[in-house]
């Protein structure tokens, strides 16, 4: 997150907003913010979400993802909103709205993510 910019700037059980001050060392050569740079934001916002009502010592990791984007992002504060939606015992589900700093739905994406107790994974 460090290396994007990105900062959380709100967090409470079962949701978390991350906030990214776009600019052009995040858009690809037609001008626009890189979808990985959005993807990255909305991952880490719905993981984040989940993590707030995950047993302490335990972690997640994404096993799938989806995104739409639904209008191209320039520049200026982009927000991520992820929210838990569901969680089971061995999978996890979440959502995560991307939006711009006029409040528009820039990507609405959707993971699922698998519990991984500490210590594992992290070899």
Do not use: Y
Request: proline share 5%; hydrophobic share 40%; net charge negative.
């Amino acid at each position: 997150m460090e290396t994007l910019g990105a900062r959380i700037t709100e967090a409470e059980p079962g949701r978390v907003v991350l906030e990214l001050v776009a600019g052009p060392q995040h858009r690809h050569g037609g001008g626009v913010v890189q979808g990985g740079v959005i993807t990255q934001i909305a991952d880490a916002a719905m993981g984040m979400s989940l993590a707030t009502l995950q047993p302490h010592g335990t972690w997640n990791t994404t096993i799938e993802l989806k995104i739409n984007f639904v209008r191209p992002a320039i520049e200026g504060r982009l927000r991520a909103i992820g929210r838990v939606i569901e969680m089971r015992q061995t999978l996890l589900f979440g959502e995560a709205d991307v939006v711009d700093d006029r409040d528009r739905l820039v990507a609405r994406a959707s993971s699922t993510c698998m519990p991984v107790p500490e210590g594992q994974g992290r070899e």
